[in-house]
């Protein structure tokens, strides 16, 4: 039977098929760059169902408790709550609260793939090199890890502070890796002790993942002189033996960003007197998040905004004090950074310089690689493919900023990789959007009476005891706070008609799915449209009010066309009798009154 | 016109209700004839205009002012058609009142009955309000189901989804039944009736509660005749040679 459809069930279906908004991510998880499920275990926090909320986390990421604590979240910038009332969901701090009451080992998916024979090798155990390792193992393909430093976890363990992310919540999350067959060589630098040229020829792909770890240090006027370092070598001093040799008493940090704020605050705990943070940007234009300025501030450091530094002056070999100069701005009309300078001068004493003006991509490929801005590697943006066959780069050195875009280049790196292995083409039939943030289209209105609920917050250590140590300073939410802030999340996802029609979800999941399937494939199944109850409920619930019976009709009509004025539906003989009684002689009659 | 369902359950229903508008239009006329709607839910165009043709026929044959229905998709096909001024029985209940002896008949009755009203008149308040007046004056105690009037929910029998996909109208119908607050259900359609049987409620319809004897909680609805072609065909033809004798 082959049915020819009329224009205007073709119309309603394509309508229906572009304007449903069941398939529409929420803003939470299309803006995920590994895009998390945030609303579903938002949802799942909401019912007490931790175990399932990790689960659910864990289907995406393999560190919740670290994201829970050090995700810059871009998620909640988008969220709903934050466009409509300026209250994000506070994303980050539910993945924490799960993960810290609820993750366990048995709730982890430790099935790997057969194996393939294949060898991977990866720069770097960062989130990047490690989220390319958990996927390539569970590919299959054997995994060692080249690693530098004696500890696991790059700029999560050395460049974030431990205050901020406790050890034991990396190296529990890490095990991870290890139970699924992950190798290590620690210690290991590739540049140096082995060649990229060597690891080339002992595997069959290589992931350069090993992040920007070199600090940036402005030229400034002054005498070479100590007390003088840079955030990137400060801080992981710091992370891996608790004390910093170039620590004085007053310390200057020069930077306005989230990094200049971890060395502010981790020089405090560290035992100086005195932080001062001399930034470029005025106070209102740092570009630091509000909340890590606020903790500093809280602590102590001294903002020191809207000023650039001049000059270092020295005495007896070490710094003594920086003269600055006021920043009238930092870029110029065409959004380039180019500071212009006024003709105030000042000067302030430190004895101690921590410049957190930038990191820069390490080469290590021996300059086989073209490097770019910030040292970022020259590769193909869609698949991280570089111009050596079989050597591909994620994380910084590919151009992520935060914890969560590293790990899904990490992510994007591993599926080039096996591709590679499998001898398949890099780019073909590859959905490179789904790799990577992308924006929802979800317009749904509000529901009507829908308030502004105001966002819970986290309990914080007071900033008199959390500067005595590198202990958390956030203490995370407790069950009733957790429970409310999950509540307020709106859901946002149209699942209106599926909620009130049996016969959709016996078809699919949802109207856009059903009629773009049917559009695709230029048929239906009769058994579809003559399920319809044609009671249009669908209609009465859907944003768009889309008339899904009238489609239905149509395609009834078009399918009895086709069939010589019969139903496709074999039960519907009896209707046909049915109804040639209920016009015969035999069971009607009309009676014409009289007075 | 009673439609085809009412005709098939209830020939006493037929009657009673022919004799009870004949006290008030002494020229009513009847006719009992498909309107056509299982054959435009199957999609059949151009039977449909034939067979619906034949209905117009008979009402101009019948020289008849406004059709006065009791059967909601009849309604919704003449009233499509736009050919006929067209009333729901129930919408003009309120307005021809009820037999003095049958009100307040049911006051002191202990069971609490929920109203399910059919789907195809979801957006008709006045057919709405008709039956649970008809249900006040019997002196009925009603409760509403959460989908009720224009939110109404199908009983499961829309669409003629019953010979197509049995085991989905079977869902419906107990999705339905699973909405009801109360055991006994009252419905105005034959068909709803069947339906909300066969989800395994206990359904009368809005002519039995009036011409019937009083429904208690323990009270059992009759069987759904419905189900059997046979019982429903033979009261088909008797409700057809009721109204012979009625209509001289």
Request: aromatic share 6%; with cysteine.
């Amino acid at each position: 039977m082959a049915v020819q459809y009329t224009e205007q069930v073709l119309k309603i279906s394509t309508e229906v098929a572009t304007g449903c908004q069941g398939l529409q991510p929420p803003f939470c998880s299309a803006e995920c760059p590994m895009h998390t499920d945030a609303m579903g275990y938002v949802r799942l926090v909401g019912e007490g169902r931790l175990d399932d909320a990790v689960r659910k986390i864990r289907e995406r990421v393999f560190l919740p408790g670290t994201l829970g604590r050090v995700c810059a979240h871009p998620c909640e910038a988008v969220c709903r709550r934050e466009s409509e009332f300026g209250q994000p969901i506070a994303v980050a701090a539910l993945k924490r609260y799960a993960a810290d009451k609820a993750d366990k080992e048995e709730l982890w998916d430790l099935a790997v793939g057969q194996p393939t024979g294949k060898k991977v090798a990866i720069v770097g155990s960062g989130p990047a090199g490690a989220q390319a390792a958990v996927d390539l193992r569970k590919a299959g393909h054997a995994v060692t890890i080249y690693e530098k430093l004696p500890v696991v976890g790059g700029m999560l363990r050395v460049g974030i502070p431990n205050y901020r992310l406790p050890d034991a919540v990396l190296d529990f999350e890490y095990t991870y890796l290890t139970k699924l067959g992950v190798e290590y060589k620690m210690g290991v630098e590739v540049g140096k002790q082995v060649s990229l040229v060597d690891l080339s020829l002992s595997y069959d792909a290589v992931v350069l993942a090993h992040g920007a770890h070199k600090g940036l240090m402005p030229n400034v006027n002054g005498a070479v002189c100590d007390g003088i370092t840079n955030a990137v070598d400060f801080l992981r001093e710091l992370a891996m033996t608790s004390k910093s040799k170039v620590l004085g008493k007053r310390v200057a940090v020069i930077g306005g960003g989230d990094v200049a704020i971890d060395c502010a605050r981790s020089a405090l705990r560290a035992g100086a007197e005195e932080v001062q943070l001399v930034t470029l940007e005025k106070e209102n234009e740092l570009p630091a998040s509000p909340h890590e300025q606020e903790g500093a501030r809280e602590e102590g450091v001294v903002f020191r905004c809207g000023w650039c530094l001049e000059e270092t002056v020295s005495q007896g070999g070490r710094v003594s004090a920086l003269r600055l100069k006021d920043c009238r701005s930092v870029k110029d009309e065409n959004g380039q950074f180019n500071p212009r300078l006024g003709d105030q001068d000042t000067e302030i004493y430190c004895d101690t310089v921590i410049f957190a003006t930038g990191q820069r991509v390490e080469d290590i490929s021996g300059g086989a690689m073209a490097q770019t801005n910030g040292g970022r590697y020259v590769v193909d943006g869609d698949t991280l493919a570089t111009a050596i066959p079989g050597v591909f780069v994620a994380g910084d050195a590919a151009g992520s900023t935060i914890v969560i875009q590293a790990m899904a280049l990490g992510r994007k790196a591993a599926l080039s990789v096996d591709r590679y292995l499998k001898g398949q083409d890099l780019t073909a039939g590859r959905d490179f959007k789904s790799e990577y943030t992308y924006e929802s289209k979800f317009k749904v209105p509000l529901e009507a009476g829908t308030e502004n609920i105001k966002r819970v917050h986290t309990q914080v250590l007071s900033a008199d005891e959390r500067t005595k140590t590198f202990a958390e300073c956030d203490l995370g939410f407790d069950d009733e706070d957790a429970l409310a802030e999950a509540q307020r999340c709106l859901q946002c996802e149209c699942k209106k008609c599926m909620i009130e029609c049996l016969m959709l979800n016996d078809f699919t999941r949802c109207p856009g799915e059903l009629f773009g399937t049917f559009l695709g494939k230029g048929d239906i199944e009769p058994i579809v449209p003559y399920s319809c109850n044609m009671c249009n409920q669908c209609t009465l619930v859907c944003p768009e009010e889309y008339k899904m019976a009238d489609i239905f009709a149509g395609m009834r009509k078009d399918m009895v066309k086709a069939n010589h004025g019969k139903s496709p539906i074999k039960g519907h003989g009896a209707i046909d009798i049915h109804q040639k009684l209920s016009f015969s002689k035999m069971f009607t009659i009309k009676r014409k009154g009289r007075k | 016109m009673p439609g085809c369902s009412l005709p098939s359950y209830s020939p006493e229903n037929i009657s009673k209700t022919v004799q009870y508008l004949k006290n008030t239009y002494p020229e009513l006329s009847v006719i009992q004839k498909c309107c056509g709607k299982p054959t435009k839910a199957l999609g059949q165009v151009d039977l449909l205009k034939q067979r619906f043709g034949s209905l117009v026929q008979d009402i101009k044959d019948c020289e008849i002012d406004e059709m006065i229905v009791a059967c909601q998709n009849c309604l919704n096909m003449l009233r499509e058609s736009k050919e006929f001024k067209t009333v729901s029985l129930w919408e003009i209940m309120p307005k021809i009142g009820l037999p003095k002896e049958l009100r307040g008949k049911a006051a002191g009755s202990d069971a609490v009955i929920s109203i399910h009203d059919s789907c195809p008149v979801r957006q008709e308040t006045a057919i709405h309000d008709g039956v649970r007046w008809v249900m006040q004056e019997l002196g009925y105690k009603t409760v509403e189901p959460d989908c009720t009037r224009e939110r109404t929910r199908c009983c499961g029998f829309g669409g003629m989804i019953v010979p197509a996909n049995p085991d989905l109208a079977k869902r419906v119908m107990e999705r339905r039944i699973k909405d009801m607050p109360t055991e006994q259900i009252v419905v105005y359609c034959a068909a709803c009736r069947s339906s909300m049987l066969m989800g395994g409620g206990k359904a009368w319809h809005l002519l039995d509660l009036l011409w019937g004897p009083v429904v208690t909680k323990a009270s059992q609805p009759p069987e759904n005749v419905l189900a059997s072609p046979v019982k429903a065909w033979i009261n088909r033809y008797k409700s057809k040679v009721v109204i012979k004798r009625q209509i001289t």
